[in-house]
């Protein structure tokens, strides 16, 4: 949800000499919702040369919309620990504290177990940090309240592209429920679960890269 791109490091580390990776990073101060982020990324797709598009957690939904565009280029969207509607439907009542949410770095060691899992590397706890800060408390809120609101599943019955959705064990965050959602509205897409918490790409990214170069390597005509 902070957007800046920073936590895909070691993901790219594993594959660099197989795959050129383009990581988009949202504007640190907004915009927050879906369509205005899904407007913003549509200009960092390539035009000229085919590529896959993956979008996690919470940008899952921007990826979806923009696959359900079908670019001429795009030739499959891997989906990792995310969702095409609200991942939690009761947490709706709270939408009017949400801009009262103390959103921001300072609370990093709070959600560290949820998304990193417990006894994650002091590393990445501290990128976890980093990333928070690099995204206005404004920023965040505008974004958690789009979640709330989201769903996306007439645009994911629209994708023709294959789709891999990378699901993790051990999420306290997104349920296995969001992963059968997508499942019911592309019939053909395979789920693959690893261990791990919820920033899958992050705490386990060997197995993660494996099973997208695989999935990219089998349909990259």
Known sequence: MDGS??????????RAARWEALVT???????GDYAAL??????????DRPYFLLGESFSGPVAI??????????????LSCTFARNPAPSMRVLQPLVRFAPLSHHWSAL??????????PAALRATLRAALATASTAALRQRLHAVLWVDHSPLARRIAVPVLYLQAAQDRVVFPGSARHL????????????????????????????????FMEAHRE
């Open 5 to 14: 791109g920073h936590f895909f490091g070691p993901l790219c580390a594993q």
């Open 25 to 31: 990073a949202y504007p640190s101060d907004g915009p």
């Open 38 to 47: 899904t407007d913003f990324v549509r200009t960092q797709l390539p035009v």
């Open 65 to 78: 919309a923009l696959a359900a565009e079908r670019p001429p280029m795009l030739r499959g969207l891997i």
């Open 111 to 120: 959600a560290a177990p949820f998304l990193l899992g417990w006894r994650a």
């Open 183 to 214: 499942a019911s509205l592309l019939p053909d897409m395979t789920t693959v679960v690893l261990p791990g918490p919820h920033l899958l790409l992050q705490r386990t990214p060997g197995p993660a890269a494996e099973a997208i170069a695989s």
